[in-house]
């Protein structure tokens, strides 16, 4: 490593930068499919939670909640939006697990959950509107950085 110019700071070569960076991206995604999966799980253990004989929606909000948040972090650590599909297939895969009956015949997600059911429609749902909202934000930032940001042209004069 090169000592770099006035501040002082430490310069990487671009081969040690390029290997820090697969470094960045890769571990981005295995934490990403880690939490996604993690998730999952705690959120499919609170979808029959009750309080007072009443169905609390803990897990759907934290579908709402923590999805979107996922896909964000998985992007924003490998610049790829389609590496946000690992998290979010990871995800679905344990929910349809989940709402499947085991050997013995149990459920977690157990028969006439509407929590359940509606965090299994809403989870993957959450996933690709973070995904689509990504991809509006990278069109707008285009849009600002493109060509059409120049200096303006001159236009016709409306009558």
Not at 102 to 125: C, K, M, R, Y
């Amino acid at each position: 490593m090169a000592v770099g110019g006035e501040t002082g700071r430490q310069q990487m070569s671009p081969e040690v930068e390029k290997q820090v960076d697969i470094l960045i991206v890769v571990t981005g995604l295995i934490v990403g499919t880690l939490l996604a999966a993690v998730l999952a799980l705690i959120e499919a253990f609170y979808s029959p939670l009750r309080i007072g004989g009443v169905r609390v929606p803990v897990s759907l909000v934290m579908a709402l909640v923590t999805n979107p948040l996922l896909v964000w972090f998985v992007i924003s650590t490998t610049r790829r939006r389609l590496a946000a599909l690992l998290p979010a297939a990871v995800w679905c895969v344990i929910w349809f697990v989940a709402a499947g009956r085991t050997s013995e015949g149990d459920l977690v997600i157990t028969q006439n959950n509407w929590v359940g059911l509606l965090t299994l429609f809403a989870g993957p749902l959450a996933f690709a509107v973070g995904i689509y909202i990504s991809t509006l934000r990278q069109r707008v930032a285009a849009s600002h950085n493109g060509p059409a940001a120049g200096p303006p042209t001159a236009s016709r004069p409306t009558r």
